[in-house]
């Protein structure tokens, strides 16, 4: 039976939803075969591999070994070719081997794999880095955190594990204001994020652009065709200008200060993409736009706050406006372990959640009967 297993492993599927077949049923299997001893294990040092990946991309050693042309490397010639202490360079590959994400050779030898390449891509590199930075700290403060909260789930951004974690009284977003480290790799993140799936503005099914093109009197009018708002650095103004160059008419990136500054002004410009510094606390100032976007912007907010967003956005809104809301819906009963990650970081860093399809139409309820889309 195992080697039936392991030859599957050899030769995936390449169908994107056999392979997501595959990997759940394997999931469950994995489930149903481990012993305690290494459920345990699973549970205790689930965290450990974020930071063996942070040294192993500190060291080098994931593009040591995808450039490469030998047979694969030893750790001693892995540690000359990184420069790095050999103990520490064979501790950290090894690691890398027994998680997968280096292939080692009958011959003791480290061998790149697709998943050594995949993270030596910088999206990945900040994705590490904006969890090992910003997350992890609040998320190890939880469980504390709750301890002294009575055991109810945060409801004020200012006081959450965040807080506690990162000894400060400010509410994330102004920390990072104050911290560009941090700031950096948050941003960097969430334009890496989900970049290569295929969301709703490169597939034209989803959202046809036939239900923004703007009218030619609203052209010459300078209609406001589409608002990225808390967009970070403009990939999704970006991709829209790219995957749907039929549609005309200004684009508009709005952030807080400290995001946009980071933005790649000189692409924007090329792009005609405008920024513009907005807080969403307060009334949106660009009255009548086709479309008001807000990705992964709602998620960082409780109720109330996420509700004056809304709110803040609706009374812009021309009749014909329309409010795009990319988010996740986790799945409950029944959620994706990737979905609970990103809900129990969001109560950790900023006292809100990842919402279900009940939660989204209780937030959004008000809002259905102006045409908003829940
Ligand atoms: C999770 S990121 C999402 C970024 C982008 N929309 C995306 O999907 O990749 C949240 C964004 O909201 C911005 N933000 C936070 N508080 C804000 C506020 N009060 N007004 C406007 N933007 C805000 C942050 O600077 C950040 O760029």
Not at 40 to 63: M, P, S
Request: charged share 20%.
């Amino acid at each position: 039976m195992a080697d039936s297993v392991l030859a599957l492993a050899e030769h995936p599927p390449e169908h994107p939803t056999e392979r997501k077949k595959l990997y759940k049923a394997a999931q469950k299997l994995m489930f149903s075969v481990e012993s305690t001893y290494e459920l345990e294990h699973r549970v205790y040092y689930g965290g450990i591999l974020l930071y063996v990946a942070n040294v192993a991309i500190d060291l080098g050693i994931f593009k040591a070994l995808a450039d490469t042309h030998s047979s694969g490397l030893s750790a001693h010639e892995l540690a000359k070719a990184v420069c790095g202490e050999e103990l520490l360079v064979s501790r950290i590959t090894r690691g890398l081997a027994a998680y997968g994400l280096v292939d080692i050779n009958p011959s003791g030898l480290y061998t790149a794999n697709a998943n050594t390449h995949r993270f030596t891509d910088p999206g990945v590199e900040s994705g590490v880095h904006h969890n090992v930075l910003n997350m992890f700290p609040a998320i190890h403060s939880l469980p504390q955190w709750l301890r002294t909260h009575d055991m109810q789930s945060p409801t004020d951004v200012h006081d959450t594990a965040f807080q506690l974690g990162f000894n400060t009284k400010d509410e994330p977003f102004t920390w990072f204001a104050a911290h560009p480290e941090n700031l950096q790799a948050g941003a960097a993140f969430m334009s890496a994020q989900r970049a290569d799936q295929k969301g709703w503005i490169e597939d034209d099914t989803i959202f046809p652009s036939q239900d923004l093109t703007l009218s030619p009197t609203d052209l010459a009018a300078n209609r406001v065709l589409f608002i990225d708002i808390g967009g970070g650095v403009g990939h999704q103004s970006i991709a829209l200008r790219t995957h749907r160059p039929n549609l005309q008419g200004r684009i508009l990136l709005q952030d807080l200060p400290h995001t946009l500054a980071l933005a790649d002004t000189t692409r924007l410009l090329a792009l005609d993409i405008e920024t513009m510094s907005y807080d969403c606390h307060t009334p949106q100032p660009i009255a009548g736009a086709k479309a008001y976007y807000m990705r992964n912007v709602l998620h960082d907010w409780t109720d109330s706050i996420a509700l004056t967003f809304l709110r803040n956005q609706r009374s812009a809104m021309a009749d014909d406006s329309v409010l795009i809301i990319d988010e996740m819906v986790v799945k409950d009963p029944g959620s994706t372990w990737q979905q609970v990650n990103i809900d129990i970081a969001m109560m950790a860093a900023m006292g809100s959640l990842e919402r279900t399809e009940a939660q989204w139409r209780a937030l959004l309820g008000d809002f259905r009967g102006a045409g908003l889309i829940a």
